[in-house]
């Protein structure tokens, strides 16, 4: 089992920034990639940002490129995503997940076998 904490969420203007940060605990050997997702009142859940364990590669929706960077810093099990520019439709709670497997499209969230509790996001305009 993979317990993870979000955490840094809050209320900023529409402008701002805000870093979160997911704090990976238990068996946390053999995990492949981290990502975060978020969802919006009344939408699906959708992809924003994946990191490889290694921190070497990442991966961005659209939506979040030249906004967002996701790190991981040295070997901690922590996984942060720095958000520059907010908007308020990236209004949302946001989830980080962890994937074991390695398999499926890093942007679905049917890869991803553990997940946070979320931690909400609200931009004002």
């Known amino acids: 089992q993979v317990q993870l904490v979000e955490s840094g969420g809050g209320v900023v203007q529409a402008g701002g920034s805000l870093r979160l940060s997911c704090e990976a605990s238990?068996?946390?050997?053999?995990?492949?990639?981290m990502g975060w997702f978020r969802q919006a009142p009344g939408k699906e859940r959708e992809f924003v940002a994946a990191?490889?364990?290694?921190?070497?590669?990442?991966y961005y929706a659209d939506s979040a490129t030249g906004r967002f960077t996701i790190s991981r810093v040295g070997d901690t099990n922590t996984v942060y995503l720095q958000m520059n520019s907010l908007k308020p439709e990236d209004t949302a709670v946001y989830y980080c997940?962890?994937?074991?497997?390695?398999?499926?499209?890093?942007?679905?969230?049917?890869?991803?076998?553990?997940w946070g509790q979320g931690t909400q996001v609200t931009v004002s305009s």
């Open positions: 997940a962890v994937d074991k497997t390695g398999s499926g499209s890093i942007r679905s969230m049917a890869r991803y076998d553990y």
């Open positions: 990191i490889d364990w290694r921190g070497v590669n990442t």
């Open positions: 238990g068996r946390t050997f053999s995990m492949y990639t």
